[in-house]
């Protein structure tokens, strides 16, 4: 009885999120490409991102594959398995290779043109005098952030490509734009802060409840390192054999009291402070991005291993930044 009505929730939630996904698709198509329905960006950014929490979940995938084996063996599945099968498949194959070749190309353009990016950036220090040392020396650490980040992460390459073509054509002169670009980003990033300074103080918390955390689970994993390598943890030591009900639970000292409690309050804490600041982070979010970053996060999902093997900058550069990391 448990197990049915377990076997019941997954398919209701399964069924659900594929209606949630042809919901925001269609509220994108008609609201932020046809313009024909208002739409809320902090809404589909928290339904992409249901989304992709609930795509982790193995007992989810395992009964969306039930269901379609189910519906392959229905007289609807069967027909449309044969009026549009050879159509999937050509188009399977179609975004396949369309895929790959972006992959690729965007690699090249990226692990070439970051390089090209600081060196423009620099000579429009010297040359322009909108572009400020302080801009220059922003822009340049933006650059390199994206940059050790998009060896890793195709996500990150092909949105930081996407963001700078973007500007680059709609700049009032394409050929000062990697010039100008500092002086831009610059006044981007004053906008932001000056225009919500108070809305950026929750992400300030978080990151202090985070280093709080991963301060704590570092200084515990050395202790317990530390133990385990002390002379006395190295003896046999035998225990009488006591019943269960016997046994006497040893009493905890008040540091780790205060230590487990610590944890737990900045956990609870961390909650509504990430929730504040992801609102924050999504009313700066562009629809296009977001929905462009949610269509490669899928397809890196389907294809990635595929083009893993292929010849790729990004795959060199990684090995040089793991050698200089080790030594």
Request: hydrophobic share 55%.
């Amino acid at each position: 009885m448990i197990q049915s009505l377990q076997r019941g929730f997954l398919v209701l939630v399964v069924i659900n999120t594929w209606c949630l996904l042809g919901i925001i698709l269609f509220d994108y198509l008609l609201g932020n490409i046809l313009g024909l329905i208002s739409t809320s960006i902090n809404s589909q950014a928290w339904a992409i991102l249901l989304l992709a929490a609930l795509s982790f979940s193995s007992a989810l995938k395992a009964t969306q594959l039930n269901i379609k084996q189910w519906f392959s063996t229905t007289r609807v599945g069967l027909y449309l398995a044969e009026s549009l099968g050879g159509c999937q498949a050509i188009v399977v194959r179609a975004l396949h290779s369309l895929y790959t070749n972006i992959y690729l190309s965007a690699d090249v353009v990226f692990c070439i043109g970051a390089p090209l990016l600081i060196i423009a950036a620099t000579a429009g220090w010297w040359l322009l005098d909108e572009v400020s040392y302080l801009a220059l020396l922003g822009y340049c650490c933006m650059i390199s952030l994206i940059v050790f980040t998009g060896l890793y992460s195709n996500l990150v390459r092909l949105l930081s490509l996407g963001y700078f073509f973007g500007y680059w054509l709609v700049s009032d002169d394409w050929l000062l734009y990697p010039f100008f670009a500092p002086a831009l980003v610059q006044k981007n990033i004053v906008i932001m802060v000056s225009g919500s300074a108070a809305s950026w103080l929750p992400m300030v918390g978080l990151v202090l409840i985070v280093y709080l955390l991963v301060l704590r689970r570092t200084s515990s994993s050395k202790g317990q390192a530390m133990s385990s390598d002390s002379p006395d943890s190295n003896r046999l030591i035998v225990r009488p054999i006591v019943p269960k009900f016997l046994e006497v639970i040893p009493k905890r000292s008040s540091r780790e009291l205060f230590g487990s409690s610590l944890s737990l309050f900045c956990l609870v804490m961390a909650i509504p402070l990430g929730i504040l600041v992801l609102n924050n982070i999504f009313a700066y979010i562009n629809p296009h991005v977001l929905f462009a970053g949610f269509a490669i996060w899928i397809l890196d999902r389907h294809w990635q291993t595929d083009v893993a093997n292929e010849p790729a900058l990004s795959a060199d550069l990684r090995y040089f930044a793991n050698l200089i990391w080790k030594h």
